[in-house]
């Protein structure tokens, strides 16, 4: 599920994004004092376009496991960006929590990158 998301996200395919997110899917963006676009955001189709216009800007996409579950560190020109955990649930992404800010990123990536 993950995968696919990743790889419509990228693709800026809205039909396959809307396939692997559940209908009541909750995003919740926290950028800290960093940027203020933190964000909560629930539905299929508002986490769709938000995932296509996030995906637009990442440079690269790291899969990794966050907190034993799938998700991904960022980076944008070499530096950790952010990092992403999702929740699955009946074949369904359910949850989408991202955590972003410089110094709460390279702490977290770290780890995340070096398991």
């Known amino acids: 599920m993950v995968g696919a998301f990743y790889a419509a996200a990228r693709s800026g395919n809205f039909a396959a994004l809307l396939s692997v997110l559940d209908p009541d899917v909750v995003l919740r963006a926290d950028f800290g004092r960093a940027r203020p ?17 996030g995906a637009a800007s990442a440079s690269v996409i790291h ?12 980076t944008r020109n ?22 972003g800010g410089t110094d709460r990123v390279r702490r977290v990536a770290s780890a995340v990158l070096s398991s």
Do not use: K, Y
């Open 78 to 99: 070499g530096e950790a960006f952010a990092v992403m955990a999702f929740t699955v649930a009946d074949d369904r992404i359910v949850e989408i929590d991202i955590i």
């Open 37 to 53: 676009e933190s964000a909560f955001v629930r539905g299929a189709e508002a986490v769709a376009n938000r995932a296509r216009l």
């Open 63 to 74: 899969p990794a496991r966050v907190n034993g579950t799938a998700g991904a560190v960022i």
